[in-house]
Protein backbone atom coordinates (compact mmCIF):
# COMPACT_ATOMS: atom_id res chain seq x y z
CA UNK A 1 0.00 0.00 0.00
CA UNK A 2 3.05 2.06 1.10
CA UNK A 3 4.72 1.95 -2.01
CA UNK A 4 2.50 2.22 -4.02
CA UNK A 5 1.20 5.57 -2.86
CA UNK A 6 4.85 6.25 -3.34
CA UNK A 7 5.07 5.51 -6.54
CA UNK A 8 1.60 7.44 -7.18
CA UNK A 9 3.68 10.72 -5.48
CA UNK A 10 6.70 9.48 -7.70
CA UNK A 11 4.97 9.86 -10.91
CA UNK A 12 3.04 13.34 -10.37
CA UNK A 13 6.40 15.00 -9.41
CA UNK A 14 7.56 13.67 -12.53
CA UNK A 15 4.94 15.20 -14.58
CA UNK A 16 4.85 18.19 -12.71
CA UNK A 17 8.36 18.45 -13.81
CA UNK A 18 7.97 17.81 -17.15
CA UNK A 19 5.37 20.41 -17.43
CA UNK A 20 7.20 22.97 -15.84
CA UNK A 21 10.01 22.49 -18.23
CA UNK A 22 7.38 22.39 -20.93
CA UNK A 23 6.90 26.04 -20.38
CA UNK A 24 9.82 26.99 -20.15
CA UNK A 25 11.57 25.51 -23.23
CA UNK A 26 8.68 27.30 -25.13
CA UNK A 27 9.54 30.40 -24.35
CA UNK A 28 12.96 29.81 -24.96
CA UNK A 29 12.83 28.60 -28.46
CA UNK A 30 11.15 31.86 -29.39
CA UNK A 31 14.77 33.13 -29.50
CA UNK A 32 17.32 32.94 -32.29
CA UNK A 33 19.51 30.00 -32.47
CA UNK A 34 23.27 30.29 -31.77
CA UNK A 35 25.31 29.75 -34.28
CA UNK A 36 27.92 26.48 -34.14
CA UNK A 37 25.72 25.00 -31.01
CA UNK A 38 25.48 21.19 -31.94
CA UNK A 39 23.72 18.66 -29.59
CA UNK A 40 24.30 15.08 -30.12
CA UNK A 41 22.87 12.29 -28.55
CA UNK A 42 22.91 8.42 -28.75
CA UNK A 43 20.43 6.22 -27.89
CA UNK A 44 18.46 9.02 -25.54
CA UNK A 45 21.46 9.52 -23.68
CA UNK A 46 22.61 6.25 -22.79
CA UNK A 47 26.26 6.35 -23.94
CA UNK A 48 28.51 8.14 -26.48
CA UNK A 49 28.72 5.73 -29.72
CA UNK A 50 27.06 4.71 -33.24
CA UNK A 51 26.12 7.61 -35.46
CA UNK A 52 26.13 10.87 -33.52
CA UNK A 53 29.75 9.60 -32.26
CA UNK A 54 31.25 9.28 -35.32
CA UNK A 55 29.81 12.68 -37.10
CA UNK A 56 31.13 14.59 -33.76
CA UNK A 57 34.83 13.17 -33.82
CA UNK A 58 34.43 13.97 -37.81
CA UNK A 59 33.76 17.31 -37.01
CA UNK A 60 35.97 18.09 -34.43
CA UNK A 61 39.02 17.13 -36.42
CA UNK A 62 37.91 19.00 -39.46
CA UNK A 63 37.18 21.91 -37.47
CA UNK A 64 38.60 21.74 -33.76
CA UNK A 65 36.89 25.27 -32.56
CA UNK A 66 33.76 23.20 -32.69
CA UNK A 67 35.22 21.31 -29.51
CA UNK A 68 33.70 24.31 -27.57
CA UNK A 69 30.17 24.57 -29.26
CA UNK A 70 29.47 21.06 -29.05
CA UNK A 71 28.03 18.68 -26.74
CA UNK A 72 26.40 15.46 -26.30
CA UNK A 73 23.94 15.05 -24.25
CA UNK A 74 23.47 12.37 -21.69
CA UNK A 75 21.15 10.61 -18.96
CA UNK A 76 22.20 12.14 -15.51
CA UNK A 77 23.25 8.91 -14.22
CA UNK A 78 25.30 8.35 -16.74
CA UNK A 79 26.65 11.32 -16.75
CA UNK A 80 30.00 10.88 -14.10
CA UNK A 81 30.90 8.08 -15.72
CA UNK A 82 30.78 9.47 -19.76
CA UNK A 83 32.67 12.12 -18.33
CA UNK A 84 35.61 10.12 -16.63
CA UNK A 85 35.58 7.86 -20.08
CA UNK A 86 35.22 11.04 -22.36
CA UNK A 87 36.87 14.05 -20.23
CA UNK A 88 37.40 16.19 -23.50
CA UNK A 89 33.41 16.19 -24.61
CA UNK A 90 31.21 18.39 -23.37
CA UNK A 91 28.50 16.83 -21.91
CA UNK A 92 24.76 17.91 -21.06
CA UNK A 93 22.69 16.18 -18.61
CA UNK A 94 19.11 15.91 -20.23
CA UNK A 95 16.21 17.33 -19.13
CA UNK A 96 18.27 19.77 -16.68
CA UNK A 97 18.58 23.32 -17.29
CA UNK A 98 21.32 23.87 -19.23
CA UNK A 99 19.96 21.02 -21.21
CA UNK A 100 17.26 23.19 -21.81
CA UNK A 101 18.71 26.20 -22.65
CA UNK A 102 21.36 24.96 -25.54
CA UNK A 103 18.54 22.20 -26.86
CA UNK A 104 16.46 25.10 -27.35
CA UNK A 105 19.19 27.29 -29.22
CA UNK A 106 21.30 24.52 -31.06
CA UNK A 107 22.00 25.19 -34.47
CA UNK A 108 21.64 21.28 -35.21
CA UNK A 109 20.35 18.60 -33.50
CA UNK A 110 22.39 15.59 -34.37
CA UNK A 111 20.37 11.97 -33.45
CA UNK A 112 20.28 8.20 -33.59
CA UNK A 113 16.69 7.67 -31.71
CA UNK A 114 13.83 9.43 -31.17
CA UNK A 115 13.00 12.45 -28.84
CA UNK A 116 9.93 12.63 -26.48
CA UNK A 117 7.10 14.30 -28.71
CA UNK A 118 5.69 16.86 -26.34
CA UNK A 119 9.46 18.34 -26.30
CA UNK A 120 9.61 20.81 -28.89
CA UNK A 121 12.42 22.38 -31.28
CA UNK A 122 13.07 25.64 -32.03
CA UNK A 123 11.95 25.86 -36.43
CA UNK A 124 15.27 27.47 -36.86
CA UNK A 125 17.02 24.30 -35.57
CA UNK A 126 18.25 21.52 -37.82
CA UNK A 127 17.37 18.25 -36.84
CA UNK A 128 19.58 15.23 -38.36
CA UNK A 129 18.26 12.11 -37.43
CA UNK A 130 20.89 9.35 -38.18
CA UNK A 131 18.76 6.60 -37.12
CA UNK A 132 20.31 3.44 -35.80
CA UNK A 133 20.19 0.09 -38.61
CA UNK A 134 19.04 -1.58 -41.66
CA UNK A 135 15.57 -2.52 -41.03
CA UNK A 136 14.89 -6.36 -41.03
CA UNK A 137 11.54 -5.90 -38.33
CA UNK A 138 9.14 -3.75 -38.90
CA UNK A 139 9.15 -0.41 -37.92
CA UNK A 140 7.19 2.35 -37.38
CA UNK A 141 3.47 2.65 -38.79
CA UNK A 142 4.63 -1.28 -40.30
CA UNK A 143 4.31 -2.85 -37.41
CA UNK A 144 1.13 -4.45 -37.26
CA UNK A 145 0.61 -4.93 -33.02
CA UNK A 146 2.94 -3.53 -30.41
CA UNK A 147 4.13 -5.47 -27.40
CA UNK A 148 5.56 -3.03 -25.39
CA UNK A 149 4.87 -2.17 -22.21
CA UNK A 150 3.50 0.98 -21.73
CA UNK A 151 2.16 2.07 -24.99
CA UNK A 152 -0.22 0.06 -27.51
CA UNK A 153 -0.45 0.23 -31.52
CA UNK A 154 -2.45 3.56 -31.84
CA UNK A 155 0.05 5.19 -28.97
CA UNK A 156 2.92 4.50 -30.86
CA UNK A 157 2.24 4.78 -34.43
CA UNK A 158 0.77 8.48 -33.53
CA UNK A 159 4.15 9.23 -31.21
CA UNK A 160 6.39 7.50 -34.02
CA UNK A 161 5.09 9.91 -36.65
CA UNK A 162 4.59 13.28 -34.77
CA UNK A 163 8.11 12.74 -34.04
CA UNK A 164 9.15 11.88 -37.84
CA UNK A 165 7.49 15.26 -38.79
CA UNK A 166 10.46 17.34 -37.27
CA UNK A 167 13.09 15.23 -38.64
CA UNK A 168 14.96 18.00 -41.82
CA UNK A 169 17.21 14.90 -42.88
CA UNK A 170 17.51 11.30 -42.56
CA UNK A 171 20.23 9.24 -43.28
CA UNK A 172 19.53 6.20 -45.49
CA UNK A 173 22.06 3.59 -45.18
CA UNK A 174 21.02 2.03 -48.63
CA UNK A 175 18.55 2.10 -51.22
CA UNK A 176 16.15 -0.95 -49.56
CA UNK A 177 15.99 1.10 -46.08
CA UNK A 178 15.46 4.44 -47.88
CA UNK A 179 12.15 2.70 -49.21
CA UNK A 180 11.03 1.37 -46.38
CA UNK A 181 12.19 4.53 -44.00
CA UNK A 182 9.58 6.84 -46.15
CA UNK A 183 6.76 4.36 -46.22
CA UNK A 184 6.99 3.52 -42.26
CA UNK A 185 8.31 6.76 -41.15
CA UNK A 186 6.18 8.93 -43.30
CA UNK A 187 9.22 10.79 -43.74
CA UNK A 188 8.79 13.31 -46.52
CA UNK A 189 11.83 15.60 -45.88
CA UNK A 190 15.66 15.19 -47.02
CA UNK A 191 17.18 12.15 -47.23
CA UNK A 192 20.76 11.35 -46.82
CA UNK A 193 22.11 8.38 -49.30
CA UNK A 194 25.39 7.86 -47.75
CA UNK A 195 25.55 4.58 -45.65
CA UNK A 196 26.12 5.07 -42.17
CA UNK A 197 28.81 7.05 -40.26
CA UNK A 198 29.92 4.49 -37.75
CA UNK A 199 30.68 2.08 -40.29
CA UNK A 200 33.99 4.63 -41.99
CA UNK A 201 36.11 2.51 -39.50
CA UNK A 202 35.07 -0.41 -40.84
CA UNK A 203 36.84 0.70 -43.86
CA UNK A 204 39.47 2.77 -42.09
CA UNK A 205 40.25 0.46 -39.53
CA UNK A 206 40.17 -2.84 -41.30
CA UNK A 207 43.73 -3.96 -40.91
CA UNK A 208 45.96 -6.18 -38.55
CA UNK A 209 47.37 -4.06 -36.45
CA UNK A 210 44.20 -2.07 -35.73
CA UNK A 211 42.81 -5.05 -35.24
CA UNK A 212 45.21 -6.60 -33.05
CA UNK A 213 45.40 -3.44 -30.82
CA UNK A 214 41.86 -3.73 -30.44
CA UNK A 215 41.94 -7.38 -29.52
CA UNK A 216 44.38 -6.47 -26.79
CA UNK A 217 42.19 -3.54 -25.50
CA UNK A 218 39.56 -5.16 -25.76
CA UNK A 219 40.35 -8.67 -24.09
CA UNK A 220 43.17 -8.75 -22.99
CA UNK A 221 44.69 -10.93 -26.15
CA UNK A 222 45.57 -9.74 -29.33
CA UNK A 223 45.78 -13.16 -31.34
CA UNK A 224 42.73 -15.15 -29.91
CA UNK A 225 40.20 -15.82 -32.30
CA UNK A 226 36.91 -13.82 -31.68
CA UNK A 227 33.47 -15.36 -32.01
CA UNK A 228 30.77 -12.42 -31.08
CA UNK A 229 26.93 -13.29 -30.58
CA UNK A 230 24.99 -11.12 -30.80
CA UNK A 231 20.77 -11.60 -30.38
CA UNK A 232 18.09 -8.99 -31.23
CA UNK A 233 15.89 -7.76 -28.44
CA UNK A 234 12.75 -9.14 -28.38
CA UNK A 235 10.08 -6.70 -27.68
CA UNK A 236 8.07 -9.02 -25.41
CA UNK A 237 11.01 -10.24 -23.46
CA UNK A 238 9.70 -8.87 -20.10
CA UNK A 239 8.27 -9.97 -17.26
CA UNK A 240 6.48 -6.62 -16.37
CA UNK A 241 7.62 -3.28 -16.52
CA UNK A 242 11.14 -2.54 -16.07
CA UNK A 243 12.26 -5.91 -15.24
CA UNK A 244 13.38 -8.15 -18.28
CA UNK A 245 14.41 -11.65 -18.51
CA UNK A 246 17.44 -13.42 -20.92
CA UNK A 247 18.50 -17.15 -21.37
CA UNK A 248 21.17 -18.32 -23.31
CA UNK A 249 19.64 -20.37 -26.22
CA UNK A 250 22.61 -22.69 -26.45
CA UNK A 251 25.17 -24.83 -24.05
CA UNK A 252 28.09 -22.61 -23.18
CA UNK A 253 30.14 -26.52 -22.57
CA UNK A 254 28.98 -27.28 -25.75
CA UNK A 255 30.10 -24.57 -27.16
CA UNK A 256 33.70 -24.72 -26.03
CA UNK A 257 34.07 -28.52 -26.93
CA UNK A 258 33.69 -27.21 -30.52
CA UNK A 259 35.29 -24.60 -31.35
CA UNK A 260 38.89 -23.73 -31.46
CA UNK A 261 41.09 -24.18 -28.13
CA UNK A 262 41.93 -20.15 -28.70
CA UNK A 263 38.18 -19.11 -29.11
CA UNK A 264 36.79 -16.24 -26.98
CA UNK A 265 33.29 -15.95 -26.72
CA UNK A 266 32.09 -12.29 -26.95
CA UNK A 267 28.04 -12.01 -26.33
CA UNK A 268 26.44 -8.55 -26.87
CA UNK A 269 23.40 -7.60 -25.23
CA UNK A 270 20.92 -5.68 -25.21
CA UNK A 271 21.82 -3.47 -22.15
CA UNK A 272 18.61 -4.17 -20.02
CA UNK A 273 19.51 -7.63 -20.02
CA UNK A 274 23.54 -7.48 -19.47
CA UNK A 275 22.99 -8.22 -15.94
CA UNK A 276 20.98 -10.69 -16.23
CA UNK A 277 23.38 -13.22 -18.63
CA UNK A 278 24.53 -16.78 -16.79
CA UNK A 279 28.38 -16.96 -17.66
CA UNK A 280 29.44 -19.09 -14.67
CA UNK A 281 32.08 -21.24 -14.90
CA UNK A 282 33.59 -19.64 -17.96
CA UNK A 283 34.10 -16.13 -17.35
CA UNK A 284 37.80 -16.75 -18.77
CA UNK A 285 36.59 -17.33 -22.25
CA UNK A 286 33.04 -15.36 -22.36
CA UNK A 287 33.24 -11.49 -22.35
CA UNK A 288 29.88 -9.54 -21.95
CA UNK A 289 30.78 -6.59 -23.53
CA UNK A 290 27.30 -4.29 -23.65
CA UNK A 291 28.52 -0.42 -23.59
CA UNK A 292 31.60 -0.73 -26.05
CA UNK A 293 31.52 0.47 -29.27
CA UNK A 294 30.32 -2.08 -31.80
CA UNK A 295 32.54 -1.06 -34.29
CA UNK A 296 35.40 -2.42 -32.82
CA UNK A 297 33.70 -5.31 -31.36
CA UNK A 298 33.00 -6.23 -35.52
CA UNK A 299 36.49 -5.23 -36.29
CA UNK A 300 37.65 -7.96 -34.13
CA UNK A 301 35.38 -10.81 -34.84
CA UNK A 302 36.24 -13.58 -36.84
CA UNK A 303 32.64 -14.93 -36.93
CA UNK A 304 29.23 -13.18 -36.27
CA UNK A 305 26.52 -15.36 -34.56
CA UNK A 306 23.07 -13.36 -34.61
CA UNK A 307 19.04 -14.54 -35.09
CA UNK A 308 17.49 -10.88 -36.77
CA UNK A 309 19.62 -8.15 -35.29
CA UNK A 310 20.45 -5.75 -37.73
CA UNK A 311 23.98 -6.40 -36.90
CA UNK A 312 24.26 -9.05 -39.76
CA UNK A 313 24.37 -5.42 -42.22
CA UNK A 314 27.26 -3.73 -40.60
CA UNK A 315 29.14 -6.69 -40.78
CA UNK A 316 29.20 -7.65 -44.26
CA UNK A 317 30.48 -4.75 -44.70
CA UNK A 318 34.04 -6.80 -43.24
CA UNK A 319 32.90 -9.79 -46.04
CA UNK A 320 33.17 -12.10 -42.52
CA UNK A 321 31.58 -14.95 -42.13
CA UNK A 322 27.79 -15.34 -39.87
CA UNK A 323 25.85 -17.91 -38.85
CA UNK A 324 21.99 -17.49 -37.98
CA UNK A 325 20.74 -19.33 -34.79
CA UNK A 326 16.99 -18.16 -35.07
CA UNK A 327 15.83 -20.92 -32.14
CA UNK A 328 12.39 -18.73 -32.32
CA UNK A 329 11.93 -18.11 -36.19
CA UNK A 330 8.00 -18.69 -36.09
CA UNK A 331 6.94 -16.87 -33.34
CA UNK A 332 9.44 -13.95 -34.64
CA UNK A 333 8.48 -13.55 -38.00
CA UNK A 334 4.96 -14.33 -37.52
CA UNK A 335 3.60 -13.15 -34.50
CA UNK A 336 5.95 -10.51 -32.64
CA UNK A 337 7.55 -7.80 -35.85
CA UNK A 338 6.91 -9.72 -38.95
CA UNK A 339 10.38 -9.00 -41.55
CA UNK A 340 10.54 -7.25 -44.72
CA UNK A 341 12.36 -8.95 -46.60
CA UNK A 342 12.23 -12.87 -46.99
CA UNK A 343 14.77 -14.03 -44.10
CA UNK A 344 15.16 -17.65 -44.99
CA UNK A 345 16.64 -17.30 -48.41
CA UNK A 346 18.01 -14.29 -48.53
CA UNK A 347 20.42 -14.36 -45.16
CA UNK A 348 24.46 -14.75 -45.91
CA UNK A 349 24.85 -17.31 -43.70
CA UNK A 350 23.62 -20.85 -42.71
CA UNK A 351 20.60 -20.77 -40.67
CA UNK A 352 19.44 -22.91 -38.06
CA UNK A 353 16.55 -22.97 -35.34
CA UNK A 354 17.89 -25.66 -33.07
CA UNK A 355 20.91 -26.45 -30.91
CA UNK A 356 21.86 -29.53 -32.74
CA UNK A 357 22.10 -27.52 -36.33
CA UNK A 358 23.84 -24.96 -34.51
CA UNK A 359 26.36 -26.52 -33.28
CA UNK A 360 26.86 -28.92 -36.49
CA UNK A 361 27.44 -25.37 -38.38
CA UNK A 362 29.92 -24.20 -36.17
CA UNK A 363 31.79 -27.32 -36.20
CA UNK A 364 31.81 -27.05 -40.09
CA UNK A 365 32.88 -23.56 -39.12
CA UNK A 366 35.78 -24.55 -37.10
CA UNK A 367 37.11 -27.26 -39.78
CA UNK A 368 37.24 -24.87 -42.56
CA UNK A 369 36.98 -21.42 -40.94
CA UNK A 370 34.07 -20.35 -43.24
CA UNK A 371 31.02 -21.36 -44.94
CA UNK A 372 31.88 -22.71 -48.83
CA UNK A 373 28.35 -22.40 -49.89
CA UNK A 374 27.60 -18.87 -48.95
CA UNK A 375 29.93 -16.63 -50.89
CA UNK A 376 27.21 -16.52 -53.89
CA UNK A 377 24.88 -15.17 -50.86
CA UNK A 378 26.95 -12.91 -49.41
CA UNK A 379 28.27 -11.39 -52.56
CA UNK A 380 24.36 -10.26 -53.04
CA UNK A 381 23.85 -9.59 -49.68
CA UNK A 382 26.50 -6.70 -49.89
CA UNK A 383 25.39 -5.53 -53.34
CA UNK A 384 21.91 -4.82 -51.74
CA UNK A 385 22.59 -3.86 -47.92
CA UNK A 386 26.42 -2.37 -48.39
CA UNK A 387 26.81 -0.53 -51.52
CA UNK A 388 26.32 3.03 -49.97
CA UNK A 389 28.85 2.42 -47.42
CA UNK A 390 32.09 3.95 -47.38
CA UNK A 391 34.92 5.96 -45.23
CA UNK A 392 33.66 9.09 -45.56
CA UNK A 393 30.00 8.88 -44.34
CA UNK A 394 30.40 11.20 -41.43
CA UNK A 395 32.59 13.71 -43.87
CA UNK A 396 29.08 13.85 -45.76
CA UNK A 397 27.04 15.09 -42.68
CA UNK A 398 29.58 17.46 -41.37
CA UNK A 399 29.51 19.62 -44.38
CA UNK A 400 25.70 20.29 -43.70
CA UNK A 401 26.82 21.45 -40.20
CA UNK A 402 29.50 23.44 -41.42
CA UNK A 403 27.37 25.11 -44.09
CA UNK A 404 29.23 23.36 -46.76
CA UNK A 405 27.43 21.40 -49.93
CA UNK A 406 26.32 18.45 -49.15
CA UNK A 407 27.77 15.63 -51.92
Not at 356 to 382: I, W
Request: proline share 4%; net charge neutral; charged share 25%.
Amino acid sequence: MLNSFINKMIKMVKIVIRYGLIVINDGFICLPVKKGVVIFDSFNGRDINDNPAAIYRQLVRDDPKFAQTTFFAVKPDKYNELHAQYPEIKLLKRFMPSWVWYMARAEFWVFNSRMPAWWRKNRRTTYIQTWHGTPLKKLGVDIDNVEMPGTDTTKYHRRFVAETRRWDYLIAPNQYSKVIFKRAFQFHNQFLDIGYPRNDVLYSDNNKIAIQSLKRELLGNSTAHVITYAPTWRDDQYITRGQYKFELPFDLKRFFEVVADDTILIIRPHYLIKDHINITGFEDRVRILADEDISSIYLITDLLITDYSSVMFDFANLNRPMLFYSYDLEHYRDQLRGFYFNYQTELPGPLTTNQDQFFDQLARYTVDGTFKNEYDKMKLFREKFCSWESADSSEQVVKIIRGEVYE
